[in-house]
């Protein structure tokens, strides 16, 4: 079985277990090293922004069923894609390919601070009591849709 089969028949799997992971990872790293004290309840805010990602990820999965996944697929099937004209080592192509969404998400956050009708959805992130490993992902669902293809939850 190669990777990209891999990958397809144990996406779900592969996605939850890096975000839990992680999630668990920092988690553990602010209740070690905590920055500020909380304002509000932590389990609280922790149940509900945990449930506003949980709400995206199924109207994701509802609307977009297969969309990374889908796309990628298209992409390697029908050779488009940057780097299916210049031939890298796998692993440059890694690399590269993350840095490359990273920036794309970072070019998507600027216009929803800058542009008001974006910036009215966005709020919802900035809106968070306290700032925690959750508010990172806490995201207003209509901010979720243009990133369909960059790998969010």
Known sequence: ???????????????????FGILVVMALWELAAPRRGLIAN????????????F???FLL????????????????????GL??????????AVVLSVVAM??????????FHAIPVFWRIHRM???DL?????TGIRFHPIEIVPCVGCDHV
């Not at 990273?102 to 216009?111: A, G, N, S, T």
Request: include cysteine; proline fraction near 2%.
């Open 130 to 134: 306290d700032i925690d490993v959750t």
């Open 125 to 127: 992130h900035h809106a």
């Open 102 to 111: 990273d920036f794309f998400i970072y070019l998507q956050h600027v216009m």
């Open 61 to 80: 999965r509802l609307i977009f069923p297969t969309a990374t996944v889908g796309v990628t697929v298209f992409v390697q099937g029908h050779r488009c």
């Open 42 to 53: 932590k389990v609280f805010r922790w149940i509900n922004n945990l449930a506003v990602v």
């Open 83 to 92: 780097f299916n004209y210049f031939w890298l080592p796998y692993w440059i």
């Open 55 to 57: 709400l995206n990820s």
């Open 1 to 19: 079985m190669s990777i990209s089969e891999f990958v397809i028949k144990h996406e779900i799997a592969i996605r939850l277990g890096f975000f």
